[in-house]
């Protein structure tokens, strides 16, 4: 039973170009989330999707940012025109649902803006 | 807004001696409580939860935490630390409350550093 994957491990974009970055959540779990981690600084969260539905998208910047959990198929976090701010690891953890606690975290993807 | 705050941003101490991990929080209900460790370049590896019940919680790799709630804390424990426990500790609550939101907001980290 394979844990919540994410991919890339590693991502590197030059300024203005468009990163997308993969999650698959855990079997049995329908419920994700992602969180970005800035250099010497806690996870701040981003999004709350379940399938084919953003839920809490609070934490996400307003602009370039988007996320998608389809029916089928990973949750996509998609940066439009990256600027090298945006340079950070960016994880998704998923879960069985609201108030479980029960979230597993990927190993994450490092985004480098060159 | 709900907050996480860990005091101590660096720690270190000598292996075979005892640590605590202090986290406080600012909610005016009894969220869900959680301890999360991370090792250099790795994903986060869930220590223990506090849900309910029980103020005492242990964990893998020989962790406890205690929740107070007069004190708003969930301070982490280990009796004898190994050199192997070096890495960043994560404190976070989840302050679901059936309204949507079910994020976790986590504190800035502890990195923790193991002497031989």
């Known amino acids: 039973n394979a844990g919540v994957m994410q991919n890339p491990r590693h991502l590197v974009r030059r300024r203005g170009q468009e990163a997308r970055l993969r999650c698959s959540p855990m079997?049995?779990?329908?419920?994700v989330y992602w969180y970005r981690q800035l250099p010497e600084e806690g996870l701040k969260f981003m999004v709350y999707?379940?399938?084919?539905?953003?839920?809490?998208e609070s934490g996400m910047p307003k602009e370039r940012f988007s996320a998608e959990f389809p029916k089928e198929g990973p949750s996509i976090l998609r940066i439009q025109q990256v600027v090298r701010g945006d340079s950070a690891a960016y994880f998704c953890a998923s879960s069985t649902g609201q108030g479980s606690g029960g979230y597993t975290f990927g190993s994450g993807t490092r985004l480098t803006v060159v | 807004a709900q907050s996480v705050t860990q005091p101590d941003i660096h720690i270190t101490v000598s292996e075979g001696a005892s640590l605590e991990l202090r986290c406080n929080y600012s909610?005016?209900?009894?969220?869900?409580l959680f301890w999360y460790v991370q090792s250099p370049g790795q994903g986060l590896q869930l220590l223990l939860k506090y849900f309910s019940g029980d103020t005492l919680v242990q964990g893998i790799k020989g962790f406890e935490a205690e929740f107070k709630r007069s004190q708003s804390s969930f301070n982490l424990r280990k009796p004898s630390v190994q050199w192997s426990d070096t890495a960043e500790y994560f404190c976070?609550?989840?302050?679901?409350?059936?309204?949507?939101?079910?994020?976790?907001?986590f504190g800035k980290g502890t990195h923790l550093i193991i002497q031989p």
């Open positions: 079997k049995g779990h329908s419920h």
């Open positions: 909610y005016g209900a009894t969220p869900y």
């Open positions: 976070a609550v989840n302050m679901y409350s059936g309204g949507g939101a079910d994020g976790l907001t």
């Open positions: 999707l379940q399938k084919e539905n953003i839920i809490d």
